[in-house]
């Protein structure tokens, strides 16, 4: 069933965000980190205010967890965890460089409110590969999560989890070739997914927008929604205006210092739900 454009509500979120006071691209593990390109923190850090003060001038309540020294990309949030119904999964990195972080999600999500608190057993990087459509998990593998820990979110949340594989490496998480836009309404790339999973996903989301290479990447899909306003890489015009045929809200985000690690403004944010 479509949703009349007008009839599109934002509504509250709660984010969690990580000043990115120790960003910098020290190694390389994705095809857009190159260590011998210089990053600047200012830029980074103005770059990211920009983004929190616009989740909160929507609205929004954000959040925040003490970035460690040490731990580079650890402004990328939405890898820190999944968390869905109270219950929160904190995540088990593939890469070594990034394990640390785990540590200071449990302690923060230890401190209280939610109903249950664990660490992945697998590999699995948080919101980076698994996002909830508002009725099920949608889950990554390919590069980063395994397989199996689709099983065990599918466990642990007790919702349906559909596995979707990613094939070309500049999408390496799930969340930089789709993103969810509303009530069981999501935007992605095909081209990031095996001819298998682009199956399923036009067989579920048949009315899905789609994005174009072009926009993909730019990192046009690693967006954030609330059901009206769509934050998204300013690059991503073609999408933003395919969005605003749909009704939504687009407003373009600059984020390019953070795009050096392969990151911009989904990475950033982690959904809490409450
Ligand atoms: N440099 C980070 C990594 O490769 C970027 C993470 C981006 N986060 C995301 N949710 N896609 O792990």
Same mark, same amino acid.
């Given at each position: 069933?479509? &949703?009349?454009?007008?009839?599109?509500?934002?509504?509250?979120?709660?984010?969690?965000?990580?000043r990115p006071t120790y960003?910098?691209?020290?190694?390389?593990?994705?095809?857009?980190?190159?260590?011998?390109?210089?990053?600047?923190?200012?830029?980074?850090?103005?770059?990211?205010?920009?983004?929190?003060?616009?989740?909160?001038?929507?609205?929004?309540?954000? @959040?925040?967890?003490?970035p460690?020294?040490?731990?580079?990309?650890?402004?990328?949030?939405?890898?820190?965890?999944?968390? &869905?119904?109270?219950?929160?999964?904190?995540?088990?990195?593939?890469?070594?460089?990034? @394990?640390?972080?785990?540590?200071?999600?449990?302690?923060?999500?230890?401190?209280?409110?939610?109903?249950?608190? @664990?660490?992945?057993?697998?590999?699995?990087?948080?919101?980076?590969?698994?996002?909830?459509?508002?009725?099920?998990?949608?889950?990554?593998?390919?590069?980063?999560?395994?397989? @199996?820990?689709?099983?065990?979110?599918?466990?642990?949340?007790? $919702?349906?989890?559909?596995?979707?594989?990613?094939?070309?490496? $500049?999408?390496?998480?799930?969340?930089?070739?789709?993103?969810?836009?509303?009530?069981?309404?999501?935007?992605?790339?095909?081209?990031?997914?095996?001819?298998?999973?682009?199956?399923?996903?036009?067989?579920?989301?048949?009315?899905?927008?789609?994005?174009?290479?072009?926009?993909?990447?730019?990192?046009?899909?690693?967006?954030?929604?609330?059901?009206?306003?769509?934050?998204?890489?300013?690059?991503?015009?073609?999408?933003?205006?395919?969005?605003?045929?749909?009704?939504?809200?687009?407003?373009?985000?600059?984020?390019?210092?953070?795009?050096?690690?392969?990151?911009?403004?989904?990475?950033?944010?982690?959904?809490?739900?409450?």
């Amino acid at each position: 069933m479509k &949703v009349p454009h007008e009839q599109r509500m934002a509504s509250p979120r709660q984010y969690l965000m990580c000043r990115p006071t120790y960003f910098d691209v020290t190694y390389s593990i994705n095809p857009w980190m190159d260590p011998a390109r210089p990053t600047s923190i200012q830029t980074g850090l103005s770059q990211w205010k920009w983004l929190c003060d616009t989740f909160a001038d929507l609205g929004h309540d954000v @959040r925040l967890i003490e970035p460690v020294p040490g731990l580079p990309d650890m402004v990328f949030a939405a890898n820190g965890a999944l968390v &869905v119904d109270r219950k929160v999964l904190v995540a088990r990195f593939r890469h070594t460089q990034r @394990r640390d972080e785990s540590a200071a999600y449990l302690e923060w999500f230890g401190r209280g409110g939610w109903s249950e608190v @664990r660490q992945a057993e697998y590999v699995n990087e948080g919101e980076g590969d698994f996002l909830f459509t508002g009725r099920e998990i949608l889950a990554g593998t390919g590069f980063r999560s395994e397989p @199996r820990s689709h099983d065990e979110v599918r466990e642990f949340f007790g $919702r349906p989890v559909i596995s979707l594989t990613l094939v070309d490496p $500049r999408f390496y998480h799930l969340d930089t070739a789709l993103a969810v836009l509303g009530d069981a309404e999501i935007m992605y790339y095909p081209g990031a997914f095996s001819p298998q999973s682009q199956a399923v996903l036009a067989e579920r989301f048949p009315d899905a927008v789609l994005a174009d290479e072009a926009d993909a990447a730019v990192f046009g899909l690693n967006a954030l929604s609330d059901g009206r306003n769509v934050v998204l890489p300013r690059a991503a015009v073609g999408l933003a205006e395919r969005l605003r045929e749909r009704g939504y809200h687009p407003l373009g985000a600059d984020l390019a210092e953070l795009l050096k690690a392969g990151g911009s403004v989904k990475c950033c944010t982690l959904e809490l739900r409450e």
